[in-house]
């Protein structure tokens, strides 16, 4: 079964037209960071699906929900405050991975230390390659959280 009928979000919602007709509608102006962000959402209902509500999500993301749509932003990466061990988060991403990936390309979640972090709290980052509906010239330009074809969660 292909990824994609795993998913939350409906197959449609990760289409280019889709996207496209999103920024027209509601004013973003940036496809590869609303495509990040939708995939940023997605990953976190995965991670909730297994964790429940022991994980919740903060930041930037979780904002976007209380904000009207003409003050909405996109993130690039995802907040979680999870009440448990590093071992069990690495489980989770590890049957996300099981579940999610098709020819052992996407959805690899690799281990990733920020170089400044913000926070002195206890803090787990991880990278991991998504599919995209981006041509290779869009990818390159994107910002500075983009490595690769891999974006933080």
Known sequence: MAYEEKLFHD????????????MQTYGFKNMGR??????????????????????VLKGGAAVQFYLPMEAQRTSVDIDMIFCGSRDEI????????EKLSENDVYFHFKPHK?????????????????????????LNKGDDNEQDGFQEI
């Not at 609303?34 to 994980?55: M, N, T």
């Open 90 to 97: 690495e489980k989770t991403l590890a049957k996300i991975t």
């Open 34 to 55: 609303l495509e990040l962000f939708l995939w940023d959402l997605e990953i976190f209902l995965q991670i909730q699906d297994i964790l429940g509500d022991r994980v």
């Open 11 to 22: 197959r449609k919602a990760f289409l280019r037209d889709t996207l496209s007709e999103r």
């Open 114 to 138: 920020p170089k400044d972090p913000k926070t002195d709290l206890p803090l787990n980052t991880y990278f991991a390659k998504i599919p995209t509906v981006l041509t290779q010239g869009e």
